[in-house]
Nanobody
């Protein structure tokens, strides 16, 4: 049983930064392919950032150059550093594997607005 808890969201002005955290607990964590997703209001969840099979980060085009995914294997935690935030980045951010193998957590709300 894997539990995912996202945190670090909040309200930020355009151009600002946030750092999201995802803590994973359980004995069967598939940590090597843990990824970040987001869901904007009225839209489906979309992949934001992930680690490839070679452990190198991959980013969707709409966040490339602005977001950075990282992980702490000791703490079973992944992070998403978000810089140069735009209003269109607004949404609920979730973590999961690239295959969406685990039950979704509650997510953390990110709101980018003036």
């Amino acid at each position: 049983q894997v539990q995912l808890v996202e945190s670090g969201g909040g309200l930020v002005q355009p151009g600002g930064s946030l750092r999201l955290s995802c803590a994973a607990s359980g004995l069967f964590v598939r940590f090597n392919d843990m990824s970040w997703y987001r869901q904007a209001p009225g839209k489906e969840r979309e992949l934001v950032a992930s680690f490839s099979s070679t452990r190198r980060p991959n980013y969707d085009d709409f966040v490339k150059g602005r977001f950075t995914i990282s992980r702490d294997n000791v703490k079973n935690t992944i992070y998403l550093q978000m810089n140069s935030l735009k209003p269109e980045d607004t949404g609920v951010y979730y973590c999961n594997t690239v295959g969406r193998a685990f039950t979704w957590g509650q997510g953390t709300q990110v709101t980018v607005s003036s």
